[in-house]
């Protein structure tokens, strides 16, 4: 009776109405995604392995636009340029992005930080068409910037600033901007006060605060912002199509082509090739996290 007495209880056996819920709720997100991203993925494999000869698609089994797509040089430069505009433009985001979510988490007014939210937020509001128009607009020859630079600053000549990469990352930067500050602004609300308000009690100025304390609790945050904004330009497609004036290949483009020319294999093999890029730099940078956390 005594051995029987100390043997510890087992749980109860959940019953399999119970265990079955999660999964009943998880039913609808499931089929969404195998409607709206897993079958179109089997689609691209699909034709990613059809030939595409003389404007016509033959149903049958080839690897040839994969092998003309890893090989060709042109395609090479395509996927660097892609590669590069957005690692520029995830640099300058986060450049401008981590200074502006502080200002933004040490304003003590709540409607200034508000409105300042609001001003951060509306390049989302607008439509990417309106937007690369305008910043044409800006930074065109004859634009506002420039007489600016030649007015004031005394600059000889007009800088070129439109259809080129530079107006490309200027234009990604402002629309991306939101999406590294408010990740950043969310980690620093999180901040625990004490540990500020103890670094500065035990003689610390404001620089090794941040260095020491602020910064590295943050990281989470900014690499998180950074993810998102680099998975984002990769797949930008109006932006460079307008103000990079046909002399920015990204893939996305070379993709948008192929589809126009019919040339289904090629495009297919180009979006499988962009998702790969996406899916390596989520990785690359949830491992970043972790080691952040850490």
């Known amino acids: 009776m005594a051995e029987a007495a100390a043997a510890p209880l087992l749980p109860a056996k959940e019953p399999l109405r119970r265990r079955a819920v999660p999964w009943l709720l998880l039913l609808p997100a499931f089929l969404i995604m195998a409607y709206a991203f897993v079958l ?45 505009m957005a690692a520029i433009t995830t640099l300058c985001s986060a450049l401008v992005g981590y200074p502006l979510a502080y200002a933004l988490w040490r304003v003590n007014s709540p409607a200034l930080k508000r409105w300042l939210g609001l001003i951060i937020f509306s390049p989302i509001l607008v439509s990417v068409v309106v937007r690369s128009y305008g910043w044409t607009v800006l930074l065109a020859d004859q634009g506002p910037i420039n007489w600016f630079l030649q007015t004031v600053l005394a600059f000889p000549e007009p800088v070129k600033l439109v259809f080129n990469l530079t107006g490309v990352v200027i234009s990604l930067t402002h629309v991306f901007l939101p999406f590294v500050v408010f990740p950043i602004f969310s980690t620093m609300t999180r901040l625990d006060p004490t540990l500020r308000e103890a670094s500065m009690d035990l003689g610390a100025g404001w620089w090794t605060t941040f260095r020491r304390i602020t910064f590295p609790l943050t990281l989470p945050g900014l690499l998180a912002g950074m993810q998102i904004c680099f998975t984002l330009a990769l797949g930008a497609f109006v932006t460079p199509s307008l103000l990079g ?50």
């Not at 993709?255 to 180009?270: E, K, M, R, S």
């Open 40 to 84: 179109p993925m089997l689609v691209f494999f699909q034709y990613s392995v059809y030939t595409f000869e003389r404007g016509r698609l033959i149903d049958e089994f080839s690897l040839a636009t994969y092998i003309d797509f890893l090989t060709d040089p042109y395609f090479h430069t395509v996927i660097f340029d892609t590669v590069k």
């Open 245 to 294: 004036g046909g002399r920015v290949l990204v893939l996305p483009l070379q993709i948008y082509t192929a589809t126009a020319d019919i040339n289904w294999p090629l495009a297919a093999v180009g979006g499988i090739v962009l998702l790969a890029l996406a899916m390596v730099t989520v990785l690359i940078s949830n491992r970043l996290l972790r080691y952040s956390e850490v």
